[in-house]
Structures are given as structure tokens and as C-alpha cells.
């Protein structure tokens, strides 16, 4: 499960509304408990794709981040992204790129995997996914997105 404040899901959306027709990005920052993740922060990261069917994120701001993080005894859950005109399921070229080049290794194993889409701007639609390999729709396993309170304490 995918757990996240209405405030951080807001942020979420205001970026991607803000970024819409391209594809936009971030960071889930939390604590996890097994496959379960809890988000505490969202942070926006720009993507080097101006691209309204993909995104890349930028490394440097990646690694800024997941520093600034570990420090405050926080870790990054996961990634989210919008689907600004599509459903919010995993494309070939995301499957792809959560992947070492050539492998069926992850990039970063465990993390989850939002995405939102903005098809409809007046009704988001969020799901989020663990990317085990490469292979759609086998490899493609859905977490429950629950919306609501979050506490500053461990799942």
C-alpha cells in the first residue's frame, strides 16, 4: 500500500496541471514497512524530457534530494509521474527506463511507482505500481493508493 497525505496528493496534481500537456515528475519521500510505504514529502523534480509521453528525471537533483533525506532519517519510497491524456498504467518506455539497460534488473527495487493521470483535470486518477521486470502486464503488480491521514510515525 501507498500511503499519502491530501496535501501531498494536491501537490502532486497542482504539478502536474502546471506542467500539462508534458509529462512532469518527483520524488516520494517516507518511511517504509515491507512492500507497505508511507509518504511524509513530495518533491518535485524537473524532467530533461520535455515530452508529453515521457520523462527522464534529473540525476543530480535525484541524489540532492535522497541526501537531504537520509540525513533527516527519511528515504525516498518512490517516483511519481503524470499521464497527462493517457491512463495511469505503466507505458512500455516507463517499464523500460525503471530498468538497467539491457537487464530485467530494477533501477530501484521496491520503490513505488505513481502515476497520475490528468486525462480528465477536474477528476485525477491515481494508481500506483511495484515494477518487478520488464514484461507488461506480468511484471506490472498494483498497490492500493490510500488518500488520507498521515502520522510522522512508521507504518
Known amino acids: 500500500m501507498l500511503q499519502l497525505s491530501p496535501n501531498d496528493y494536491q501537490k502532486i496534481i497542482e504539478h502536474g496541471l502546471s506542467g500539462k500537456p508534458l509529462e512532469i515528475c518527483g520524488l516520494l519521500v517516507g518511511h517504509k514497512n515491507g512492500e507497505d510505504s508511507q509518504v511524509l514529502e513530495v518533491h518535485a523534480v524537473d524532467s530533461k524530457d520535455l515530452s508529453e509521453k515521457t520523462y527522464n528525471m534529473d540525476?543530480?537533483?535525484?541524489?540532492?534530494?535522497?541526501?537531504?533525506?537520509?540525513?533527516?532519517?527519511?528515504q525516498i519510497v518512490g517516483i511519481y509521474h503524470t499521464h497527462p491524456a493517457t491512463e495511469p498504467y505503466p507505458s512500455p518506455t516507463?517499464?523500460?527506463?525503471a530498468h538497467w539497460e539491457g537487464s530485467d534488473e530494477a533501477i530501484f527495487p521496491g520503490y513505488s511507482y505513481l502515476i497520475v493521470s490528468l486525462r480528465d483535470p477536474a477528476h485525477p486518477e491515481p494508481r500506483s505500481f511495484k515494477l518487478v521486470g520488464k514484461r507488461?502486464?506480468?511484471d506490472v503488480?498494483?498497490?492500493?493508493?490510500?488518500?488520507g491521514d498521515v502520522s510522522g510515525e512508521n507504518l
Not at 503488480?141 to 488518500?147: P, S, Y
Request: charged fraction near 45%; glycine fraction near 4%.
Open 59 to 74: 540525476a543530480l537533483k535525484y541524489m540532492k534530494i535522497d541526501a537531504d533525506v537520509q540525513k533527516r532519517g527519511l
Open 141 to 147: 503488480q498494483e498497490e492500493l493508493v490510500r488518500i
Open 94 to 97: 516507463d517499464m523500460e527506463r
Open 136 to 138: 507488461r502486464p506480468e
